[in-house]
């Protein structure tokens, strides 16, 4: 069965819901494993994509995402702030394209940005292209084609814009905006020609089913880059005694959402702490992607180390 399925998508071809869902419960998972990396190679070569964030905004978010600690809902230990300086903005971008980074993102929580704020983000992504090739993403909550034709104007290529889970789940998470708006702009996006970087947090009490509901939603909507993170639970959210989910059912993700869609980046992001001792065993899983360096309101990792890492695994990161 595992088989036949990676010869089909090879092939050109596509899986179905159900026969994802029939790999779901296969017993033989390293044969999932070994399909999904097959199907990486075949689609995405050696090229390992690495990109890199920093927050731009923190905190005093008025949604109530559950799992977030920058919600006005959660008491948490974050440090809160209005705006970067934008000198140590641009100095972070320069930064990490000297170290090999191929892209960089600037966070800003809230619902959406204001348009001042936009403004200045705006200006710090025009002067970081006058001194640096990085390739420029952005993450600003739920904009207006306005807004992204703004952003491209200064170089923004690719917009972030997670779905966070499976369309049936959403609602059990966030109350103050809907999945709906998060594809409207996500469509803003794509029709005023930014890539779109959109995927989401496994470990939220969404079932395995629902994950590949979601995989299934990503491919819809042709995302071309899917960060994975797995939840590391805040102290003072509603997510802070959630479970850990078990190492086969987060390397299960990777390979069927690689299975599912075939050309994206399946990308490493947050919790990756979390998943330490079977980062190798991702990395053979259908990844082709990772987040590195500093996370928004997590503990990061060191792109040096992170870099020798994915060579080991035999990706070129240049
Ligand atoms: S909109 Fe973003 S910053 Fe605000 S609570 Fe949700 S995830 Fe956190």
Same mark, same amino acid.
């Given at each position: 069965? #595992?088989?036949?399925?990676?010869?089909?998508?090879?092939?050109?071809?596509?899986?179905?819901?159900?026969?994802?869902?029939?790999?779901?419960?296969?017993?033989?998972?390293?044969?999932?494993?070994?399909?999904?990396?097959?199907?990486?190679?075949?689609?995405?070569?050696?090229?390992?994509?690495?990109?890199?964030?920093?927050?731009?905004?923190?905190?005093?978010?008025?949604?109530?995402?559950?799992?977030?600690?920058?919600?006005?809902?959660?008491?948490?230990?974050?440090?809160?702030?209005?705006?970067?300086?934008?000198?140590?903005?641009?100095?972070?971008?320069?930064?990490?394209?000297?170290?090999?980074?191929?892209?960089?993102?600037?966070?800003?929580?809230?619902?959406? #940005?204001?348009?001042?704020?936009?403004?200045? $983000?705006?200006?710090?992504?025009?002067?970081?292209?006058?001194?640096?090739?990085?390739?420029?993403?952005?993450?600003?909550?739920?904009?207006?084609?306005?807004?992204?034709?703004?952003?491209?104007?200064?170089?923004?290529?690719?917009?972030?814009?997670?779905?966070?889970?499976?369309?049936?789940?959403?609602?059990?998470?966030?109350?103050?905006?809907?999945?709906?708006?998060?594809?409207?702009?996500?469509?803003?996006?794509?029709?005023?020609?930014?890539?779109?970087?959109?995927?989401?947090?496994?470990?939220?009490?969404?079932?395995?089913?629902?994950?590949?509901?979601?995989?299934?939603?990503?491919?819809?909507?042709?995302? #071309?880059?899917?960060?994975?993170?797995?939840?590391?639970?805040?102290?003072?959210?509603?997510?802070?005694?959630?479970?850990? $989910?078990?190492?086969?059912?987060?390397?299960?993700?990777?390979?069927?959402?690689?299975?599912?869609?075939?050309?994206?980046?399946?990308?490493?992001?947050?919790?990756?702490?979390?998943?330490?001792?079977?980062?190798?065993?991702?990395?053979?899983?259908?990844?082709?992607?990772?987040?590195?360096?500093?996370?928004?309101?997590?503990?990061?990792?060191?792109?040096?180390?992170?870099?020798?890492?994915?060579?080991?695994?035999?990706?070129?990161?240049?």
């Amino acid at each position: 069965m #595992i088989q036949q399925i990676k010869n089909k998508i090879l092939a050109g071809g596509t899986i179905t819901e159900a026969e994802a869902l029939s790999l779901l419960k296969t017993e033989n998972k390293e044969e999932l494993y070994n399909a999904a990396d097959e199907v990486r190679q075949k689609f995405k070569g050696d090229k390992f994509d690495m990109c890199s964030i920093m927050n731009a905004k923190s905190g005093k978010c008025s949604q109530d995402c559950k799992w977030c600690s920058q919600s006005v809902f959660h008491k948490t230990n974050i440090e809160e702030y209005e705006l970067v300086d934008l000198k140590e903005a641009e100095k972070m971008a320069k930064e990490n394209a000297a170290k090999g980074v191929h892209k960089f993102s600037l966070v800003t929580s809230g619902k959406a #940005i204001s348009n001042s704020n936009l403004d200045k $983000l705006c200006g710090v992504y025009r002067n970081i292209q006058k001194s640096t090739p990085i390739h420029l993403c952005a993450s600003m909550g739920l904009l207006t084609k306005e807004q992204l034709q703004k952003l491209k104007n200064s170089g923004v290529k690719h917009y972030h814009c997670n779905i966070e889970t499976a369309p049936s789940h959403f609602g059990k998470l966030v109350t103050t905006h809907t999945i709906e708006q998060k594809v409207e702009t996500i469509k803003a996006a794509q029709e005023i020609g930014m890539g779109v970087c959109s995927g989401g947090i496994i470990g939220m009490g969404e079932t395995p089913e629902q994950r590949i509901e979601m995989a299934f939603f990503l491919k819809k909507l042709d995302i #071309i880059s899917i960060p994975i993170n797995i939840l590391m639970p805040v102290e003072g959210t509603k997510m802070e005694g959630m479970p850990k $989910l078990s190492d086969e059912e987060i390397l299960t993700t990777f390979a069927l959402f690689r299975l599912i869609n075939p050309t994206a980046n399946i990308r490493l992001a947050g919790g990756r702490s979390l998943i330490q001792h079977i980062q190798d065993k991702a990395l053979k899983a259908g990844v082709s992607a990772a987040l590195v360096g500093d996370y928004l309101t997590t503990v990061g990792t060191n792109i040096t180390e992170d870099k020798e890492t994915f060579e080991k695994a035999g990706f070129c990161c240049k």
